[in-house]
């Protein structure tokens, strides 16, 4: 249930120091086993093709369930409706997260999207995805691990607890100790790094069948932007280096390393491209942090929003999943540790100037510059209808929102994800272009941190933020 809020207060100075400690949290509940993954190409095309004979089949049924039940034949029985159904979701769904991998890595990445923007049935079964994968039998973790790190692999730690304490889309988590260290080994599922395209071929083929897409979410660029993503956050060794990257940044700057946030160190001798190994780090998802006081809520929020104007704007290196899991809050320590830095990608300086003046005309509602620099960067093309046009601007300035004033700002009273995704309707529709290949990561991360916000029910002052 949600909690109790006390009255909205403004957030406390940037240079706040992390508040007192109160009692620690019970350890999080560990991931069961689930089946084996398919490790080859021709396994995970079969897997493909049953899905889609089991969507072929949920329609049938449900065109049945229609004619026979004349109270259900409405005049929204179209192909779209029928194969659009929460039976069909739940297929699609429990398939993503048996497969794990590219797939249920790309209904991950669109689930943090405003759920406006997706047919229902679509955005339930990425709401589901969301939640993780099934963990990989033992016998299969065990070869992983041996051909990694050598058939002497326990031997060379203190202890390795077999029952992973996270699955995720492309790999598991076990905890383990390493020369009297606590460590988390992020263990990769077996033929994911090479089954990327063929997995994301043939979702495509799939959701185009199926009409489960809109034709305006223009998926086929959607997927040929997250191969290329996938392929890069597939390599761990290229993952350690932006996790040790992100933790000389956040440790150099004084407002995030007073304000309790930090990264843990990876271990070079224990990770290869298909294992990582990193300082265990104790805390739950950042959203349990929505139970708290208003106070610390407000910093929280305030500190994530920073960080990701921080990793955009000074930086110009960003982690792009704002997945909540990837923000662990301690709540006996109050530090909030950044976990999972596949995604990490740059940004050239030419993009980030021009998407800075676009946020700040944004902010402050200035139509001609937002206008003319969407035009010069390629969100438009000159031939927009009325409708696109206007959609376009709004849409601008809601994102700008709280950044116009000094005043607190109240994500969840204002509402704001629900008004950029009415806005963003008429993209589906009126869109003559797909935009630069950068904004689907960086919306992708804006989103999940006003995401957040609104979650914490945050209201914050922002502006400086911007102007910082």
């Known amino acids: ?163 992973p304490m996270a699955a995720a889309s492309l790999g598991q988590v076990h905890r383990a100790g390493y020369r009297g260290v606590d460590v988390a ?109 208003q106070e610390e809520r407000n910093r929280i929020a305030r500190g994530i929003l920073r960080l990701t104007m921080l990793e955009l704007f000074r930086w110009r290196f960003m982690q792009t999943d704002p997945n909540w899991g990837n923000f662990l809050y301690d709540v006996g320590t109050r530090r909030t540790h950044l976990i999972d830095f596949g995604a990490a990608r740059r940004y050239d300086k030419g993009f980030v100037d021009g998407y800075l003046q676009i946020v700040w005309a944004a902010a402050n509602r200035d139509e001609e510059t937002l206008m003319d620099i969407s035009h010069r960067m390629g969100f438009l093309t000159g031939d927009e209808n009325d409708v696109m046009l206007e959609a376009h601007k709004m849409s601008g300035f809601t994102v700008g929102e709280p950044f116009a004033t000094n005043a607190a700002y109240n994500f969840k009273q204002n509402d704001i994800s629900r008004r950029i995704g009415e806005h963003g309707q008429a993209f589906l529709t009126h869109r003559l272009t797909p935009p630069p290949e950068e904004v689907y990561t960086l919306h992708r991360k804006i989103a999940g941190a006003y995401n957040l916000c609104i979650k914490l029910g945050a209201v914050i002052s922002c502006r400086d933020i911007l102007e910082e």
């Open 185 to 293: 080994m992020k263990v990769q599922y077996p033929g994911v790094a090479d089954s990327i395209e063929s997995d994301l071929g043939n979702l495509s083929t799939l959701v185009n069948l199926t009409g489960l897409a809109p034709k305006g979410l223009f998926i086929e660029n959607v997927i040929r932007v997250g191969t290329e993503e996938l392929k890069l956050e597939c390599d761990y060794l290229r993952e350690k280096d932006n996790q040790n990257e992100f933790r000389r940044l956040v440790a150099n700057d004084d407002v995030l390393s007073r304000g309790g946030f930090t990264v843990p160190r990876a271990f070079d001798e224990l990770t290869t491209s298909r294992v990582l190994t990193s300082e265990y780090v104790t805390g739950g998802t950042i959203d349990e942090v929505a139970q708290m006081s």
């Open 1 to 163: 249930s949600e909690p109790t809020e006390t009255a909205p207060t403004a957030s406390p100075p940037s240079h706040a120091s992390v508040p007192p400690s109160p009692p620690l949290p019970p350890p999080p509940t560990r991931f069961q086993t689930g089946t084996s993954v398919p490790s080859t190409r021709l396994s995970r095309a079969l897997s493909f093709t049953s899905l889609g004979i089991r969507v072929a089949a949920g329609t049938v049924a449900e065109l049945s369930t229609r004619l026979l039940s004349p109270t259900k034949a409405t005049s929204s029985s179209s192909v779209d409706s029928l194969v659009a159904t929460d039976a069909n979701s739940a297929r699609l769904a429990a398939s993503l997260c048996r497969m794990r991998g590219a797939a249920l890595k790309l209904g991950q990445m669109l689930s943090i999207q405003d759920e406006s923007l997706l047919p229902p049935a679509l955005a339930k079964a990425l709401a589901q995805v969301r939640q993780g994968a099934d963990a990989m039998p033992a016998y299969q973790l065990e070869e992983v691990l041996r051909k990694e790190l050598g058939d002497d692999w326990r031997g060379r730690l203190d202890y390795f607890e077999d029952v």
